[in-house]
């Protein structure tokens, strides 16, 4: 029987009680959407005999909440899902209990996010919800029992969203696996330019590649993203250059492995940044993403000169797992331990205050005392300011699900043992009385403040002030915790813009004209006076929908389309 994750998996894997060969197909439906122009409308609004009836099964009027679990790469896909739906029609809501379908994207990397995942299913089943399912859980393992029946969009399909969830709607199972290939080359995966909605309107976060080179014996993500493929660096210039147009002052650059970009195509992540740095307005800055240490040590000497660079964060996210030669070898991580420390040791060099963020794995097969003394000595030399420490898990399927396991309670003690270490030291505690200029994108998880970053993306809270979103303001630190300083605005200092046009606003669908732009938040999708509604051969205008109603309007020429069909 072939794996989950075979390439032989057919594009449209499952399809149940599919509809007669003479309805519409979902490519029909979205091209008769294509003069649709959803419109928000205020909640008191009255519809009057226009409103939709609730239990409607007509695909695009119903309302979608999206869940994203995962990393960066896994919310900008959640983001380009809810930018084709709302662009379609649909009804975005932040509300899961006021959405007629939930659309959950998943996560593999560990036990407990798949954990939540299955358990959202579970519950939107009990809610008698409809369900469509996306991210690499499905994708590397589509035929688990608990995702039975269920609609899946594969992790290189988001660009058919909208087919999957018009079938879903209907009560119908499609499952789109397949993989984006240019003959026998494979693709990054959807195109860039689809319609999305950032999370963060401040925030555009491109995906510049897709899977790895390695072959982690612990990771399960490899199984669902596959092997490297690069996007073109033409395509993502492109892409920063529209962000910038529609307001974004902040770029984060995502994939499994920022630092093997490019090697299936013949460039690499220095030529791409160096573009990118083109493109970016003054006072923008650019975030690039985790790389693993054997594709970044061939460009150390022009990493740093990018790090360096004023519109570039002088950070990296360099996951190291463990400090063990032996522990990395079985882990099949590719490099050894001084491998690493010549990354940190260069970078620290070349590049003043640079911040290094890592990842360490506590208790992974075979893993000694002796290993995990080797990994507490790394931190307690290098103090790493983020540090991402995790239990390890064996994920089903996995090389390192058969290896010989530690005790539950030894990696319990070991995780409990490292975070103290972590916890003891404050790395920010020299920078009280330092004076930043830091861009403010967020707001804070209590909304008690603006949550900005300096040049090495050190997190700076600020005074929570209309005026400072999306600027480079000058503060002076007076407060430092153990994730973050607080910065005190400089009186005779103005903020500066760094964006080249007014960030959309929250909800609002990038990558369509301004006319068109979509209120996809709690939004209901009215009727624009150009627009035309098909069914079989039969259109209806706006004139006909406002004369009987849009539910009479479409009643009748389903009912036409039925009997040209049966006479």
């Not at 972590?422 to 830091?438: C, D, I």
């Amino acid at each position: 029987m072939p794996s989950a994750c075979d390439s032989l998996i057919e594009d449209i894997e499952d399809i149940e009680d599919m509809v007669s060969f003479s309805d519409p197909t979902p490519h029909e439906r979205h091209s008769a959407r294509k003069s649709i122009i959803p419109r928000s409308r205020k909640k008191k609004e009255l519809l009057s005999n226009e409103e939709l009836q609730a239990d409607s099964l007509i695909p695009g009027t119903q309302k979608i909440w999206v869940k994203t679990w995962g990393c960066s790469h896994n919310n900008s896909d959640g983001e380009y899902m809810a930018g084709q739906l709302a662009a379609s029609g649909y009804n975005m809501t932040d509300d899961p209990a006021d959405a007629d379908l939930w659309l959950l994207n998943s996560c593999t990397v560990k036990n407990p996010a798949e954990d939540h995942f299955r358990n959202s299913i579970k519950k939107a089943q009990e809610q008698q919800k409809k369900v469509v399912v996306a991210g690499c859980v499905p994708q590397a393992q589509p035929r688990m029992d608990y995702l039975k029946g269920l609609s899946i969009i594969g992790v290189q399909q988001i660009d058919r969203v909208v087919e999957v969830v018009d079938e879903a709607v209907k009560g119908h199972s499609v499952r789109l696996l397949g993989q984006k290939k240019d003959g026998s080359r494979r693709l990054g995966g959807a195109r860039l330019d689809l319609p999305k909605i950032r999370k963060n309107p401040l925030i555009e976060i491109i995906s510049i590649n897709t899977g790895c080179l390695n072959a982690c014996t612990y990771c399960k993500t490899k199984h669902a993203r596959g092997d490297l493929a690069s996007y073109p660096v033409e395509e993502l210039v492109e892409r920063a250059r529209q962000s910038f147009q529609e307001g974004v002052c902040e770029i984060w650059l995502t994939s499994e492995d920022t630092g093997a970009y490019g090697r299936d195509i013949g460039t690499d992540l220095p030529t791409l940044l160096w573009r990118l740095v083109e493109e970016i307005p003054e006072g923008a800055m650019l975030r690039l993403g985790m790389t693993n240490p054997p594709y970044i040590l061939e460009h150390l000497a022009e990493m740093a000169k990018i790090l360096n660079h004023p519109r570039v964060y002088a950070f990296l996210h360099v996951p190291v797992q463990s400090a063990s030669d032996s522990v990395l070898m079985d882990m099949k991580r590719e490099y050894c331990i001084d491998d690493f420390k010549r990354v940190v040791d260069f970078l620290k060099e070349r590049v003043p205050g640079v911040t290094i963020a890592t990842d360490i794995i506590c208790g992974f097969p075979g893993e000694t005392d002796e290993d995990f003394q080797e990994t507490i000595d790394l931190v307690k030399c290098y103090r790493f300011p983020s540090l991402f420490i995790n239990q390890f898990y064996p994920r089903p399927g996995t090389p390192a699900a058969k290896m010989e396991q530690v005790p539950a309670h030894v990696k319990k003690q070991r995780t409990k043992e490292l975070s103290q270490l972590f916890q003891s030291y404050h790395p920010y505690s020299h920078k009280v009385g330092e004076r930043q200029h830091v861009l403010v994108t967020e707001e804070s998880f209590d909304a008690q403040y603006y949550v900005a970053h300096n040049k090495f993306y050190e997190q700076v809270l600020v005074p929570k002030r209309a005026e400072f979103k999306g600027k480079m303001i000058e503060v002076d630190i007076y407060e430092a915790g153990k994730h973050f300083m607080k910065g005190r605005p400089v009186e005779d200092s103005k903020p500066f813009t760094p964006s080249i046009a007014a960030p959309l606003q929250k909800g609002e669908v990038s990558g369509l004209m301004k006319e068109h732009a979509v209120n996809g938040v709690q939004g209901s999708a009215s009727v624009p006076s150009s627009s035309t509604f098909l069914v079989g051969s039969y259109s209806l205008d706006r004139e006909m929908m406002k004369t009987i109603g849009i539910g009479l309007a479409l009643a009748a020429a389903i009912l036409a389309f039925i009997v040209e069909k049966l006479y």
